[in-house]
């Protein structure tokens, strides 16, 4: 039918040089940019030469000498994937004597392998069988007793995909796979000659192995050898639709592989400018949630929270909705309810949201999720830059000469983007691999990892960010390190000189500030001095920087250092936040915000509340509305009384359990929407079934502000889209919308948001991607930002003074706790947790230093109880010295550990962002959960109650 | 459930006071008249009409609680 794969060049593209050669392949002149193998340029010129080692995503390696070619003048038969191409060369593809070698060479391939291609799960999909049919294999002479690899046994350890060693050819293209593209050098070639053999790290299982899941090697077996499980059960995809991951920030677009309305398998796109045909194992595998039996497909209500629920009619709960906000309305006033929306949702759905709440609440009471993890760079970059977004593209690493990787913990977070940048820190074709700093209280794997070692790791202690990197400026203020003919001509001299005195007091040198932050002060100028010296040097920052006390404060300290050494406005530098889940950028850009509508406007300025006005046909209110913490807090004091929460779930993901606890339980009408009954349904009276990212059109903004289409592949189980369902509540109050396709809510967002401008679905289509701001002034949108000037004119330079959290260490809590995540599962974990994916990370550990367990008598595997003045949790603690000593470390993706049980009600000064990073907390010894555990446990399996409907006569 | 811990966590009217002050603190290298106008700015900007009477009202029920900075600066948010 429809399908096959995407066409494979069999080799990278060339390095780009800017000069062509033109040669002759079987009788046609072709002109091709130099270094271009002639494999790739018979490909590109509509031919394909056979190949079996070589594969467009890895270094070819000639190996199989299946692709051998005559070159005119040459002796002998040049492999085509290793020879470049020249100029004037003649090269012919298919002669009687290629034929014949080929042939001698696939038979002896086939010789060493299992003919049951009928029954294999790659027929159709096999370039093996492929590649036997175009040399026109007809025999072989060999018989098949020479066969040494038939008939071992399979590796079936992954969740997800089998290795099957008798069906391997030994072409290396997953060890290349491996090592180039995911740089996780997991496989390894055992063995010579036809005894070789392919084997995960040590020889261990792949689930037991270094191997992190990513698929790039399944991806790149040319045979059946390495193959999804989900391919051996149901047979291969007979269509394909592009769409892009729900999961986090990077932004990988895929391939999503069906047959009919079943998925069968997700393949990166090659062609999805952001991921470059790489995927990290939740966008390949973990999409199982989708049809997962706990997914709740029928609307719910109930009139309290302990009772069960009650399951209704769409119509029903929908009128129910509508008629709760208004009676909440009519009796405690216009600013009683409010709404969040979701970073996992589309622009569209998130715009009607926020839409919905400004138009038809008739308040600015909407805040997104965004506001625990990405709020200070909103603040910061728009301060100091003059927009909330990160500068630069992905592709920009591969210009970038020092890379500075702070509060960030790429391999895991960010993998794909993980990946290029190790790709950039390797030695690659001769240039020398780029220099890394890697600011981080905990030693990241980043740090040290196959061929690629930090030239400095500085381990703060958690909450000295401001310090450390005021030291950092203070060392190329002092040392007169900055850029000044960048700083006289895009910022403000005077400003900076302001900023540069500050800096310079012997109060913030780095000697002086070495015993608050724990950082060696040479180190620290060491690696000042190579930041400000070293060529191109790029920022990467992750939550470990927004998440304090002074988040908004860090963010502009790295703007500060960007400015000061001229490292903004060109490929290769710039300062670029990781964004958490996948449309964090989309649900900020949207509106989200309380105080600003779509493209960061402040609800105060009257001529866009104008625009908004006119189209809406209301009044808008012109004051900021509530932040999530705040209307917690309001509704514990008894002001706010209705929430609508479109795919988040704060009382997991929101600090201070108790707290979020205490303000759901005193609302009258909370209303989720999500695909699982989740944490914060516990405290929910409407229930809202929501769909995935599989089923419905619409748009998604990675963190290099890239818009991607989410296509839909299949038809929602629970039967409408989200956006469907925010219409139907707002026609429900008397809205009058009549949206029949996200592509119109996409027009109203590009008519009413001025960097959203030229962004339409047609474009969209025919472009793959748009970087915004994409309007008339960058219609093709905008890889890099402040090329000539900076968005707000001239750059900023803003004093930030290191303020110590008040969260402090002391005799009752002397240990400080400081919270990320790990590759496998994904925020809270709702999805993750609901795949094959557990099979990584079964549960929550706290990582703490040898010398602090030895203290408590703390052994590896023991339960401990983890304190802090806001409360207790206990799990498994793991010992280790990722972290140094008086510090520890968990991630929270389980809801039974509850991490934020522990975290504090302490936030960002300017934007409440929580204070995740730094809890000062007591670690002991414990026999097992905590009575809040099991209470909570049993407090979630009363609210999850579903009254059981009776049978129809 | 909650009871345990709550004397450890702060009431709202405290948070908002904290609040107050942490914004001050943050801005007070600004220098005083532009920490105060920065600050007024920034609580307008960014707290609710609710949130800024209330702190308008918890200045005058609590001398002393705010810093300098912080309290002029809902001085002016108070006069406006
Ligand atoms: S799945 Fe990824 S990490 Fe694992 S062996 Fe394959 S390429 Fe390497
Ligand atoms: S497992 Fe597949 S990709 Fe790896 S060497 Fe064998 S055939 Fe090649
Ligand atoms: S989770 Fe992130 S890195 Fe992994 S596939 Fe999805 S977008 Fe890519
Ligand atoms: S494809 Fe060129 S040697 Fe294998």
Known sequence: ?953 | MAGAHDSDVMSTADRLVHMANQIARNLEAEGDARAVEMTADHIRQFWDPLMRQRIVQLALDRPGALSPIAAAAIERIAAA
């Open chain 1, 1 to 953: 039918m429809g399908f096959t794969r995407e066409t494979d060049h069999g080799t990278p593209p060339a390095l780009v040089t800017g000069r062509n050669v033109t040669l002759t392949i079987d009788g046609e002149q072709v002109t091709l940019p130099e270094g271009t193998s002639i494999m790739r340029a018979a490909s590109l010129s509509g031919g394909s030469i056979p190949k079996l080692c070589a594969t467009d995503n890895v270094e070819s390696f000639g190996s199989c000498r299946l692709c051998l070619v005559e070159v005119e003048g040459r002796a002998g038969y040049p492999a085509s994937c290793t020879t470049p191409v020249a100029e004037g060369m003649v090269v012919r593809t298919q002669t009687e004597r290629l034929k014949q070698l080929r042939r001698g060479v696939m038979e002896l391939y086939i010789s060493d392998h299992p003919l049951d291609c009928l029954t294999c799960a790659a027929n159709g999909d096999c370039e093996l069988q492929d590649q036997a049919g175009a040399v026109g294999l007809r025999d072989v002479r060999y018989g098949y007793d020479g066969a040494t690899n038939m008939g071992q046994p399979k590796d079936q350890s992954n969740p997800y995909f089998d290795f099957d060693p008798s069906k391997c050819i030994v072409c290396s293209r997953c060890v290349r796979a491996c090592d180039e593209v995911q740089g996780t050098f997991a496989l390894t070639i055992e063995g010579m000659g036809f005894n070789s053999k392919i084997a995960a790290s040590q020889n261990d299982s792949f689930l037991a192995s270094d191997c992190v899941s990513c698929g790039a090697c399944v991806q790149a077996c040319p045979t059946a050898s390495l193959i999804e499980k989900k391919v051996v059960e149901t047979g291969t995809p007979d269509r394909a639709v592009v769409t892009t991951c729900a999961y986090c920030g990077v932004g990988c677009t895929f391939r999503a592989e069906m047959r009919g309305q079943e998925l069968v398998r997700m393949v990166p796109w090659k062609d999805g400018k952001a991921n470059r045909g790489h995927s990290c194992v939740k966008g390949r595998f973990a999409w199982g949630y989708a049809q997962h039996q706990e997914r709740i497909l029928s609307p719910m209500i109930r009139a309290s929270v302990s009772e069960p629920w009650r399951e209704v009619s769409w119509d029903e709960a929908i009128a129910h909705t509508a008629s709760e906000f208004r009676r909440i309305q009519d009796k405690y006033g216009r600013l009683a309810v409010g709404g969040i929306t979701s970073s996992r949702c589309t622009n569209e759905e998130t715009f009607l949201v926020q839409k919905l709440i400004r138009q038809g609440f008739g308040n600015n009471n909407v805040d997104t999720c965004a506001r625990v993890c990405h709020s200070p760079t909103g603040y910061g970059l728009k301060t100091t830059f003059g927009t909330s977004a990160g500068t630069q593209d992905f592709d920009s690493v591969e210009q970038a000469d020092v890379i500075l990787v702070i509060g960030a913990n790429p391999t895991d977070a960010h993998p794909v983007f993980g990946s290029r940048m190790k790709q950039r820190l390797r030695p690659k074709n001769g240039k020398a691999g780029a220099k890394l700093i890697v600011i981080d209280p905990r030693r990241i794997d980043l740090v040290k990892s196959p061929h690629i070692a930090a030239e400095h790791h500085l381990p703060l202690r958690p909450g000295t960010n401001v310090a450390l990197l005021t030291a950092m400026a203070h060392v190329v203020a002092t040392e007169k390190l900055y850029d000044e003919a960048f700083i006289r001509t895009r910022c403000d001299w005077d400003e900076f000189q302001d900023w540069a005195d500050f800096v310079s007091e012997a109060s913030r040198s780095p000697e002086a500030i070495e015993p608050l932050t724990g950082v060696r002060a040479a180190d620290l100028r060491a690696a000042a001095r190579l930041y400000a010296t070293g060529g191109n040097a790029a920022i990467y920052y992750g939550l470990g920087v927004t998440e304090h006390s002074q988040g908004s404060s860090t963010v502009m300290a790295i703007a500060n250092l960007a400015m000061a050494t001229g490292n903004i406005g060109r490929e290769g530098v710039g300062v670029n936040p990781l964004r958490g889940q996948n449309n964090v950028q989309g649900a900020c850009d949207m509106g989200s915000f309380p105080h600003e509508f779509s493209g960061y406007r402040h609800v105060s300025d009257a001529a866009v509340r104008e625009t908004f006005e006119a189209a809406w046909g209301v009044t808008l209110d012109s004051e900021p509305g509530l932040r999530i913490p705040n209307m917690l807090d309001a509704a514990t004091d008894g002001s706010f009384k209705g929430l609508f929460i479109q795919g988040e779930d704060i009382l997991q993901s929101d600090p201070n359990t108790h707290h979020v606890a205490a303000g759901l339980a005193a609302m009258e009408c909370v209303v989720v929407q999500d695909l699982f009954l989740n944490e914060t349904a516990n405290y929910a009276h409407v229930f809202l079934p929501g769909s995935t990212f599989l089923e419905k059109d619409g748009t998604f903004t990675n963190a290099e502000r890239r818009i991607q289409m989410v296509r839909k592949v299949m038809a929602p189980l629970n039967g409408y889209g989200d956006w469907e369902v925010v219409q139907l509540v707002a026609n429900a109050m008397g809205l009058g919308w009549n949206y029949t396709h996200p592509s119109q809510i996409m027009d109203e967002i590009a008519a009413l948001t001025p960097t959203f401008a030229g962004v339409h679905y047609d474009r969209l289509e025919a472009e793959g991607s748009l970087q915004w701001p994409a309007n008339d002034a960058a219609p093709d949108g905008t890889p890099t930002m402040h090329i000539d000037g900076f968005v707000r004119g001239k750059g900023k330079f803003v004093v930030t003074d290191y303020v110590p959290t008040d969260e402090k260490t002391g005799p009752r809590f002397p240990l400080l706790l400081t919270t990320g995540r790990i590759l496998s599962h994904y925020n809270v974990g709702a999805q993750t947790r609901r795949t094959a994916n557990t099979a990584w990370h079964p549960e929550d550990r706290l990582e703490i230093h040898p010398l602090d367990a030895e203290n408590r008598g703390i052994k590896e595997g023991d339960w401990v109880s983890l304190k802090s003045r806001a409360g207790e949790t206990t799990l498994r603690a793991l010992i280790t010295e990722r972290v140094a000593p008086g510090v520890v470390y968990t991630t929270f993706h389980h809801p039974d550990t509850q991490a934020n049980v522990i975290t504090t009600d302490y936030s960002d000064w300017a934007t409440n962002c929580p204070e995740y990073k730094v809890t000062a907390v007591q670690v002991g010894l414990s026999n097992g959960p905590s009575d809040w555990q099991e209470d909570y446990a049993e407090q979630a399996r009363q609210s999850r109650r579903i009254m059981t409907v009776e049978a129809a006569e």
